[in-house]
């Protein structure tokens, strides 16, 4: 069972707009939910992460907007440039027990920016 | 570079052998994690350490998986009697385990990618 759903599957977008990729999730027991970037050949990277105490969280051209009682978050990347085309996938963690620091991942969002 | 180091980067071996890749995490991050990732998916989890100890297992490690961290610093995940659906991408990460600031922030290797014939 994907704890974590993910949409879209791809998406493109031309330079300079924004990119949307949403996510959902269940457990209301996760209590924070990261963002990461992936390039082919190469590990994921985290790109920017959330709390549910606060609803939006920005850095740069990247923003978290959460929604705690709809258990949605979304990930916008405003003034998207190609160098973003990459994987992108949200992830979640649960606060207790022996399992704290463990990942849900989503299924990933393959965004490509067209110049 | 002191980020997460993973070794070999390939790997092809044919059904039935056995193969063991290593993960030497960043230094002063004491917890490691092992997940798998197909191709079109996210990362599923495999197991993690604190220190030397492996405090969970999924049950996507079957009996033939086996990883260790016998000091607390490097580690390996052995796969014996390999099959074909083994053929994934293994990532290790690491992360600080004892700083509520460093709790979620993974940070992971390049992957080793086993091709299984």
Same mark, same amino acid.
């Given at each position: 069972?994907q704890?974590?759903?993910?949409s879209p599957?791809?998406?493109i977008?031309?330079?300079g707009?924004i990119?949307i990729?949403n996510c959902?999730?269940e457990?209301?027991?996760?209590?924070?939910?990261?963002w990461y970037?992936?390039f082919?050949?190469?590990?994921?990277a985290?790109?920017?992460a959330? +709390?549910?105490?606060v %609803?939006?969280?920005k850095?740069g051209? *990247?923003?978290?907007?959460?929604?705690?009682?709809?258990?949605?978050?979304s990930?916008?990347i405003?003034?998207?440039q190609p160098?973003d085309?990459?994987?992108y996938f949200c992830?979640?963690r +649960?606060?207790?027990g %022996?399992t704290?620091?463990?990942?849900? *991942?989503g299924r990933?969002t393959?965004l490509?920016?067209w110049? | 570079?002191?980020?997460?180091?993973?070794?070999?980067?390939?790997?092809i071996t044919?059904?039935?052998?056995?193969v063991t890749f290593?993960?030497d995490?960043?230094?002063?991050?004491?917890r490691l994690y092992?997940?798998?990732q197909?191709l079109?998916?996210?990362?599923?989890f495999l197991?993690?350490?604190?220190?030397e100890?492996?405090?969970e297992?999924?049950?996507l490690?079957s009996?033939r998986f086996s990883?260790e961290r016998?000091?607390g610093?490097?580690?390996t995940?052995?796969?014996?009697?390999?099959e074909?659906?083994?053929?994934?991408?293994y990532?290790?990460?690491?992360s600080?385990?004892?700083r509520d600031?460093g709790?979620?922030a993974?940070?992971?290797?390049?992957?080793?990618?086993?091709?299984?014939?």
């Open positions: 069972q704890q974590v759903k993910q599957q791809s998406l977008v031309q330079k707009g990119s990729i959902a999730y457990n209301t027991a996760f209590d924070y939910f990261p970037q992936q082919p050949g190469k590990g994921p985290l790109l920017i959330i +709390r549910p105490d %609803s939006e969280k850095e051209r *990247f923003t978290i907007s959460f929604n705690k009682s709809a258990k949605q978050f990930l916008h405003m003034d998207s160098g085309s990459a994987t992830a979640a +649960r606060r207790e %022996s704290l620091g463990r990942l849900y *991942f990933g393959q490509t920016v110049p | 570079d002191t980020g997460v180091s993973q070794d070999p980067r390939h790997k044919k059904r039935g052998q056995n290593r993960c995490p960043i230094s002063e991050h004491n092992w997940y798998r197909t079109g998916q996210g990362p599923e197991t993690y350490f604190q220190n100890a492996q405090l297992k999924s049950r490690l009996d990883a016998p000091k610093s490097f580690s995940l052995e796969i014996q009697r390999t074909q659906g083994d053929s994934a991408m990532l290790c990460a690491s600080l385990g004892n600031r709790l979620g993974l940070h992971f290797g390049n992957g080793t990618r086993l091709t299984v014939t």
